[in-house]
């Protein structure tokens, strides 16, 4: 069972929750507002009645179609189609809310510049660029591939894209030439949207070159286009790009490729993801305007980079009529005193945030900095504080609570990039418990399945998901592309989606997410979760990092963890027997770590996660397939020669 308590932190006023809007929906469709479970199961047994419901909530700009769902009896999961004749386009549904004289954007980036952009500069914008596709041949079904900041630049290329029918996809700046490659080169893209410098950190990066070599090397790309002057033929500024002319948008069915999305790829090539139109934009608002309580009136935030998920997330709620807060560069900046933490609160005071993203491991940073926003900051807008990319500990909801801010909703959610959503939830209408995923979210049909394949609650087991959902996967990009996809996720259980998380879904209607499946170890053959020997080290100021795996031995698996260690930090028997005596007393003698390492560096994908199966890879002495998703490659080696005679 969990550790985690179900001591409360955090409820909504009774007026809060009456006017939010998934007490509004829950009552236009027959719900009380305490009855979530009896919505919950309408939502994913009625799977076409809420989905149109969520269609005709959100005054979604198209047309539904006579038929809103078709069960296919012999693969309901994969066979089965929402809204088979239903026509809209995505971009439309993020640009036409709201006047011409509302905020869509807040721009900053790490320098201090900060500037706001209405609906109607954005939409004249998107126009002039969506002409310049049409001029160059872009059309629907076509791929567009960006390699820029989080900034107006890619919010322009990629609502672009969408208007006209294109596809998109995108990898962050400070990736490099093999790891773009390796993603964008699969689809094919006709052109490039490219930042030829940025900046992160302090300094400004040119990746000129990079972006030249990635043209030569993608053969299908016949144009660069860029935000500032490249010694490439045919290259030109985005500002010079297109022309003025009326704003126009190509319809296509709910089914429509929108973007392309990519795996991590630490265990081979990154897997290109294929989402529809319809999918994505039903996911994201049921997520932003009923479990997030976003509308017109708001200002959302994720710190994100234009490659991750939660980008294409945050752009989405231009749906609601929210203003979008687009934030580029380092989120903690080195100075000569130390750590400057103060970037996205700076912003979030001054652009008057509401909805606040961001990672535990920022909040991990925050905390052991000593960092309270909440006392150095007017915090007074902010409604919404979420999390994703790890499990959130028990003890970070706490610290949200006394050093954020009391009177808010924290949310811890988990999905993914293949669902382009989540699994687990925030909700304004229930309690903050301490260290719990608040709810399922509405449409999905999650469960969590022990060894016999059974339901359980109040144990760990394999999260899945029973019923067909909008955002699932079009397919895989390339040859064989719905055979990979079916393997991934179907393979364990026919026609039930299998996620690859240790869940545990709780007494109270929340869950627990512990770690992905395939980071479970298995000592002694019992199965255990890495998260909570997690918790225990980010207890330790002597450790700046950490990370936890297996290693073979003897026919078994032994709990290795590799301790990267702070400033004038001595590793000693003593501090590792009183680690060992906390993890025994706080997890189970099951997680104490056969072995501890000091190691100069943690190996993190280019998306910021870190990589236990590539240090589990090296140790036991394999070779991982596919470096260049590692942001910090060069450190595997230091991996491959840890040896049990030196362990601690």
Known sequence: MSNSSSEILWKPSAATATKSALSKFASQNGFALTDYDSLHRWSVS??????????DYCDVYGDQGATRFVRDEAKPMTGSRFFPEATLNLAENLLMRGGDTSIAVCEASETGAYREITRGELRAQVARVANGLRKAGIKPGDRVAGVQGNNVNALVATLATLAVGGVWTSCSPDFGVAAIVDRIGQVQPKLLFADVSYDYGGKTHDISDRIIEISAQVPSITKVITNHRLDLKGAVLQSEFGEDRPLKFETVGFHHPAYVLYTSGTTGAPKAIVHRVGGVLLQHLKEHVLHGDVGPNDRVTWYTNTAWMMYHWLISALGTGAAIVLYDGAPILKGADGLDCTPLWDL???????????SPKYLATLAAEGYAPGARHDL??????????????????????????????????????EVLGSFLIGSPLHPVRRGELTVPALGHAVSVLDERGAPVIGQRGELVCTEPFPSMPLTFWGEGGDQRYHDTYFADRPEIWTHGDVAEMTATGGGVVHGRSDNTLKP?????????????????????????????????????????????????DTLVKRLRQKIRSEASPRHVPARVHVVKQIPYTINGKRVEGAART??????VKNLGSI????????YASL?????L
């Open 348 to 358: 979030a005071e001054r652009a008057g945030v509401t909805h606040f993203g961001t």
């Open 631 to 638: 942001a910090n490659p060069d450190c595997l080696s230091e």
């Open 380 to 417: 007074s807008a902010l409604r919404g504080l979420y999390v994703c990319g790890a499990p959130c500990l028990p003890h970070q909801f706490s610290w949200v609570y006394e050093h954020i801010k009391q009177d808010m909703m924290f949310a811890s959610i988990s999905g993914g990039t």
């Open 524 to 572: 002694g053959g019992v199965r255990i979760g890495i998260s909570e020997i997690y918790a225990v080290c980010e207890q330790y100021e002597e450790f700046d990092d950490y990370l936890v795996f297996g290693a073979n031995h003897d026919g078994d698996e032994e709990v290795v963890l590799a301790l990267a260690l702070s400033e004038g930090t001595e590793l000693t």
């Open 643 to 647: 040896s049990r005679d030196t362990a």
């Open 46 to 55: 009625d799977l076409g009645g809420f989905w149109a419901a969520v269609w």
């Open 618 to 623: 090296m140790i036991n002495g394999g070779q």
